[in-house]
């Protein structure tokens, strides 16, 4: 149990483009999902925490209008890195709570490599 | 602020080898400490977790961990290292959103 999917897991795309990644929980609900970015040799760094229904709460630094997260349904939650440069090629994971909230254990996505061109 | 630390970026063992990896944390109350090991191609995966009671925490793969308030520590243990346990582990604290240490790569030798 507790299987979290995303998609696509590889994705080039070129400068300039839009680019969405589906994270979903497939065998439970998940009220609360994080997104992620790893690079290279380092660690996840939080990119946001998006909540089914209400707008995602984005980390210090992170840019929203750049990083579009939309959490419309308890199973699915989307990243869509808009206008897209190559300095946002990296390693994005997902991930999603159990039920007993964000102070629990999370379940990772395999992650999604996006590589711009 | 709160923070993880892992010493030791990498460490290469024999296989059969007991090994350690070490993990510090900074946090005022006692903070919900996991391990978390990546595979290529695979997402982050659970090895155990401690949120109170019994410092000596099993997890699976035959890995273990030991909360250790005094040292700030919550140390990763196993006593005999497979090749197949070549990975990146993370050490992390939740306290409303995880924060994870900089991680260890786990080298096995033949």
């Known amino acids: 149990g507790a299987v979290v999917s995303q998609h696509p897991s590889r994705v080039i795309c070129k400068s300039g483009t839009s680019v969405k990644i589906e994270c979903r929980s497939l065998?439970?609900?998940?009220?609360?999902m994080f997104w992620y970015r790893q690079f290279p040799k380092k660690s996840l760094m939080l990119m946001a925490t998006s909540n089914e229904g209400s707008k995602a709460t984005y980390e210090q630094g992170v840019e929203k209008d750049k990083f579009l997260i939309n959490h419309a349904s308890l199973t699915l939650s989307t990243l869509t890195v808009t206008s897209a440069h190559p300095e946002d090629s990296s390693f994005y994971i997902c991930s999603a709570s159990g039920d007993r909230g964000t102070w629990d254990e999370q379940y990772f996505g395999p992650g999604t490599r996006l590589t711009v061109t | 602020a709160q923070s993880v630390t892992q010493p030791d970026i990498h460490i290469t063992v024999s296989e059969g080898a007991s090994l350690e990896l070490r993990c510090n944390y900074s946090y005022g109350a006692t903070p919900y400490l996991f391990w978390y090991v990546q595979s290529p191609g695979q997402g982050l995966q659970l090895l155990l977790k401690y949120f109170s009671g019994d410092t000596l925490v099993q997890g699976i793969k035959g890995f273990e961990a030991e909360f250790k308030r005094s040292q700030s520590s919550f140390n990763l243990r196993k006593p005999s290292v497979h090749w197949s346990d070549a990975a990146e582990y993370f050490c992390c604290s939740n306290t409303g959103k995880l924060i994870f240490g900089q991680g260890t790569t786990l080298q096995v030798k033949p």
């Open positions: 065998d439970f609900q998940a009220t609360t």
